[in-house]
C-alpha cells in the first residue's frame, strides 16, 4: 500500500522541519515543505499531494485562507490548518473553518496522526459520496422519464433534463421554488387544478399515482397529459425526506388507447359504429323501455340494392367509395342522437330512439330511401343505388337485442323480395 504523500506548508522553518519528521515517522511520505503562499500552487501540480497541511497565516501577499481556496477549487486536495488559539478564534468568527478541518499548535504526533486521517478518510469519504452522486445524477439523467426531487417541505432540489423540456424550467430557476409552480397539474376534464401529490405521498408514505386524466400546464401554456407516480424519499432510517415524481409526456400512448378503441368500436372504412358499439347501445335503449312507460324505438336493417353488380363492374375502389358516401347520406337522414353503424359489406343498421309509433319509423326509411335515391357523382361515374329496409319496433315485448336485430334483417329479406327499394315492418308471422 502507497504512503499518503503530504505537503507542508509552514513558514516557521523548526516547525517545518518538526513536523515533517512527525509525518514520516508515522509513516507518511513527506516530500516537500514550502514556506510561502506563491509557491504552493506550482508544488501542488508538481508532486499531487493526498493532503495539504498549511499555517493559516503565510508570509507573502496571499494568506492561507486564500491559498486554501485555489487549492480545492482548482485541485479537490484536502486541506488540514495549522493555527495557534489566537487565529482559531478570530477565524471561528468569521466562520471560515469545518469540524476536523484544522489542528492547533502546539499539537503532539498523536493529535497530528489523528487530525490527519480523519481528514484523509474525510475526503475519502466525500470522494465517494460525490462519485455516488454524480453515478446517480448521470442515471436520472439518462432516464426515458422526467425526474423532479423535492425536498421535506415541497421545494424543488433538482430536475433532470427531460423534466426541463416538459415543464419548461430550467433546472437553475427551478431551485427553491415550491412544486406546484413548476409542475401545474390540472385536470383535463374539469380544468380544475390537482392537488400537491408530493405532499399525499409523504403524508401517507406510500407510492401514488398520477391521475389518468392528468395534464401538465407547461411555462409556455402548453397543455401535456402525463403519466407515472410520485414517492416519498426516505433516508436510511427510513425517515422521510422528500419526494421524487417521475412523469413521462403520454401524449402517444394515448392516441393509442383512443385508436385502439376506435379500431375496436368503429368501422375502419366509413367511420360508423360497428356491430359491436351499436349492440350494446341497442342494449342500452332496451333497458330504457323496461324502465320507462311509453318509450319506444325501432331497428332498421339495411342491404343496398345492386352493391355488387356495381363492385364488380367499378372495381373495388369505386365501391368503397361507395359505401362511404352512403354512409354520410344515412347520417343526414337522422336525428343527433340516433345511430347509424355498418355491419359489414354492403349492411347497415339504424337505431331510431324515442319515437311514438311505427309511423316515425317508417317516414325515417321513406327518406332514406329518396335520399339513397339521388344519383351519386364518384370519380366521374354517376350511380344509382336503392335499398331494402326491414323495420323492427321495441313494442313487440323483446329482451335480447340480438333478436330485435334478427327480425329486423329477417324483415329486410322480405323486402328484397317484394322487389327491392322497398321498406317492410316485421310481423310474427314472418316466422310461421
Not at 498549511?54 to 493555527?83: H, S
Not at 394515448?254 to 356491430?275: C, M, S, V
Not at 330504457?288 to 342491404?303: P, Q, T, W
Not at 326509411?365 to 361515374?381: F, M, S, Y
Request: charged residues 25%; aromatic residues 6%; hydrophobic residues 45%.
Amino acid at each position: 500500500m502507497v504512503a499518503p504523500k503530504i505537503l507542508v506548508v509552514e513558514d516557521e522553518k523548526i516547525q517545518a522541519v518538526d513536523i515533517k519528521n512527525s509525518l514520516i515517522k508515522l509513516g507518511y511520505t513527506v516530500t516537500e515543505t514550502t514556506d510561502y503562499a506563491e509557491a504552493v500552487v506550482k508544488k501542488i501540480a508538481e508532486i499531487n499531494p493526498s493532503l495539504v497541511l498549511i499555517d493559516i497565516c503565510l508570509a507573502g501577499e496571499v494568506d492561507g485562507v486564500q491559498v486554501v481556496d485555489i487549492i480545492q477549487n482548482t485541485f479537490k486536495i484536502p486541506v488540514l490548518y495549522l493555527t495557534d488559539s489566537l487565529v482559531y478564534e478570530k477565524i471561528q468568527i468569521n466562520n471560515l473553518l469545518d469540524p476536523f478541518s484544522y489542528i492547533l499548535k502546539p499539537f503532539t504526533e498523536k493529535d497530528l496522526h489523528i487530525a490527519v486521517e480523519i481528514a484523509l478518510y474525510k475526503h475519502k469519504i466525500q470522494k465517494q459520496l460525490q462519485t455516488e452522486k454524480q453515478r446517480l445524477l448521470s442515471i436520472i439523467n439518462s432516464m426515458g422519464c422526467a425526474v423532479l426531487v423535492t425536498d421535506i417541505n415541497v421545494r424543488i432540489e433538482m430536475m433532470n433534463p427531460l423534466a426541463e423540456m416538459l415543464t419548461g424550467w430550467q433546472q437553475k430557476e427551478a431551485l427553491g421554488k415550491y412544486l406546484v409552480e413548476v409542475l401545474n397539474l390540472v385536470d383535463r376534464d374539469t380544468g380544475e387544478r390537482i392537488a400537491n401529490l408530493a405532499t399525499q405521498a409523504m403524508q401517507a408514505g406510500v407510492v401514488l399515482r398520477l391521475p389518468d386524466n392528468c395534464r401538465l400546464i407547461a411555462k409556455n401554456g402548453t397543455e401535456i397529459p402525463i403519466g407515472d407516480t410520485v414517492a416519498p424519499i426516505r433516508d436510511c432510517l427510513g425517515n422521510i425526506t422528500g419526494a421524487v415524481v417521475v412523469f413521462q409526456d403520454i401524449t402517444q400512448r394515448k392516441q393509442t388507447e383512443a385508436q385502439l378503441i376506435r379500431n375496436a368500436f368503429y368501422d375502419g372504412l366509413t367511420a360508423l359504429p360497428n356491430r359491436v358499439l351499436f349492440l350494446d347501445r341497442l342494449k342500452q335503449a332496451l333497458e330504457r323501455c323496461k324502465r320507462r312507460v311509453n318509450s319506444h324505438f325501432a331497428v332498421l336493417f339495411l342491404d343496398l340494392d345492386g352493391f355488387k353488380e356495381i363492385n364488380d363492374r367499378f372495381g373495388h375502389g369505386m365501391g368503397d367509395d361507395l359505401l362511404i358516401a352512403i354512409a354520410r347520406r344515412l347520417e343526414s337522414c337522422l336525428r343527433s342522437g340516433d345511430t347509424v353503424a355498418r355491419f359489414g359489406g354492403d349492411e347497415f343498421a339504424v337505431l331510431l330512439e324515442d319515437i311514438k309509433d311505427v309511423g316515425d319509423a317508417i317516414n325515417i326509411a321513406k327518406r332514406i330511401q329518396e335520399t339513397l335515391g339521388l344519383p351519386l357523382h364518384l370519380n366521374g361515374v354517376e350511380i344509382f343505388t336503392t335499398a331494402s329496409i326491414g323495420i323492427a319496433l321495441s313494442c313487440s315485448g323483446y329482451d335480447e337485442p340480438r333478436t330485435l336485430l334478427r327480425d329486423a334483417d329477417t324483415a329486410m329479406y322480405r323486402a328484397k323480395e317484394q322487389g327491392k327499394a322497398n321498406y317492410i315492418v316485421f310481423d310474427n308471422k314472418f316466422l310461421t
